[in-house]
Nanobody
């Protein structure tokens, strides 16, 4: 069992940056693939990025590639999402998730956090 708690969301102006954190409790954090998803009002939850068991295994949605960076610190049981050059399309609730395989679909992840709100003002 893994429990995930996101933090770091807030209100930011367009063009600004935020860093989200996701702290995991439970055992074997390093054995999980960690993903970030987001859900805007009235829209389905969508994939943002994931990081695999090794640092090099990352993948990004085209909409965030080059602006967002995912990283993990297995010693701290934490995964991060650095978001730069934010625009209004980034306004959403951001969720971190843990799973056992690399994937871009919500069904491929077994554990979810409660989410943290990111609002980008223009």
């Amino acid at each position: 069992q893994v429990q995930l708690v996101e933090s770091g969301g807030g209100l930011v102006q367009a063009g600004g940056s935020l860093r989200l954190s996701c702290a995991a409790s439970g055992r074997f954090f390093s054995s999980y693939v960690m993903g970030w998803f987001r859900q805007a009002p009235g829209k389905e939850r969508e994939f943002v990025t994931y990081i695999g068991w090794s640092v090099g295994s990352t993948y990004y949605a085209d909409s965030v590639k080059g602006r967002f960076t995912i990283s993990r610190d297995n010693a701290k049981n934490t995964v991060y999402l650095q978001m730069n050059s934010l625009n209004s399309e980034a306004t959403a609730v951001y969720f971190c998730a843990a799973g056992n395989r690399l994937g871009v679909k919500t069904g491929q992840y077994d554990y979810w956090g409660q989410g943290t709100q990111v609002t980008v003002s223009s």
